[in-house]
Structure formats: C-alpha cells, structure tokens
C-alpha cells in the first residue's frame, strides 16, 4: 500500500513537471528569421539580392530580419563553403522585431556551394541560406526593384 502510494506520487509529480515545462515552452515566442542573401546594404535593407554570384563578386551579405526575439539576445552568422566553416560572426538583437546583417569577402577563387546557418543563442539553427559562388550568377535585382505587394519596413 505504502509502495503504490509512494509510486502514485512520483507519477503525479513527473506528470506536474512536465506540464509546467510545456507551459514554459509555450509562454517563449518562436524567433523566427527571414534572410536575404546580397551585394551590399543600404539604409538597413538589403540591395543586389540574389542566390547565384559571380566569382568576382568579393563581398556577399547575409541580411536578417528577426522576429519574436524574447528581450535582448544574439544570432550567429555561420558561413560555410564547400561543407568547411570559414567564419562565425555574433550579433546581438535588442529587440523583437530587429533588422541584423554581416559579410564574407570571398576572393575569386573560392568559387562553389556555399552557405550561411543563421543560429540563436542557444545554438539552434533558426535558417540555413544556401548559395553558389562562380556558377552561372543570376542577375541581382537593383534596389528600386521592389516585388508586387512590398512595402518598406518601418522600426528597426
């Protein structure tokens, strides 16, 4: 009797940790990340978008505009060419919605696949943004292109 008692109240204590753990995890917004992949910045935003650069290209940028950011935290840029990390880059983000970029200067011969894993404090991967160097570039699209429907973001 003692036993089952004892049992019964383990039972009930791991049931109540557990939903309060769930109801933790509910409570923390999901940050969410949309990345541009470009040539350069300009006020913020990015310009020259494209997934495809020439090798000559010299620098590319990886912009971000993050969402659902609890407080201050940071992001990790991590660029990867061919598989290899050729560099990690630490932003912070100090508020819930946050506009965030950094770039690789990639000289000429550093032709390929490549691409950026954009990581939350904590290390998960948020988005992974693949790209080719050297390949057929497409055309990036000038900053006065804007897709049907865009609007100019207005905060940070």
Same mark, same amino acid.
């Given at each position: 009797?003692?036993?089952?008692?004892?049992?019964?109240?383990?039972?009930?204590?791991?049931?109540?940790?557990?939903?309060?753990?769930?109801?933790?995890?509910?409570?923390?917004?999901?940050?969410?990340?949309?990345?541009?992949?470009?040539?350069?910045?300009?006020?913020?935003?990015?310009?020259?978008?494209?997934?495809?650069?020439?090798?000559?290209?010299?620098?590319?940028?990886?912009?971000?505009?993050?969402? +659902?950011?609890?407080?201050?935290?940071?992001?990790?840029?991590?660029?990867?060419?061919? +598989?290899?990390?050729?560099?990690?880059?630490?932003?912070?983000?100090?508020?819930?919605? #946050?506009?965030?970029?950094?770039?690789?200067?990639?000289?000429?011969? #550093?032709?390929?696949?490549?691409?950026?894993?954009?990581?939350?404090?904590?290390?998960?991967?948020?988005?992974?943004?693949?790209?080719?160097?050297?390949?057929?570039?497409?055309?990036?699209?000038?900053?006065?292109?804007?897709?049907? +429907?865009?609007?100019?973001?207005?905060?940070?």
């Amino acid at each position: 009797m003692c036993k089952n008692l004892v049992i019964a109240a383990v039972a009930l204590l791991t049931v109540t940790a557990f939903a309060f753990g769930q109801m933790e995890a509910a409570k923390k917004p999901a940050m969410t990340v949309e990345g541009k992949l470009c040539t350069s910045i300009e006020n913020r935003m990015p310009v020259g978008t494209a997934t495809s650069f020439t090798a000559d290209v010299g620098k590319v940028y990886l912009w971000c505009q993050i969402t +659902g950011a609890a407080g201050e935290t940071t992001i990790k840029h991590v660029w990867y060419h061919q +598989g290899k990390e050729m560099a990690t880059v630490e932003l912070p983000v100090r508020g819930a919605s #946050w506009r965030t970029y950094s770039s690789k200067t990639i000289p000429e011969n #550093w032709t390929g696949d490549w691409e950026v894993k954009v990581m939350d404090a904590e290390g998960n991967t948020l988005a992974t943004i693949p790209f080719t160097v050297g390949k057929t570039a497409e055309k990036p699209v000038p900053a006065e292109a804007k897709q049907p +429907g865009q609007t100019s973001p207005k905060g940070q």
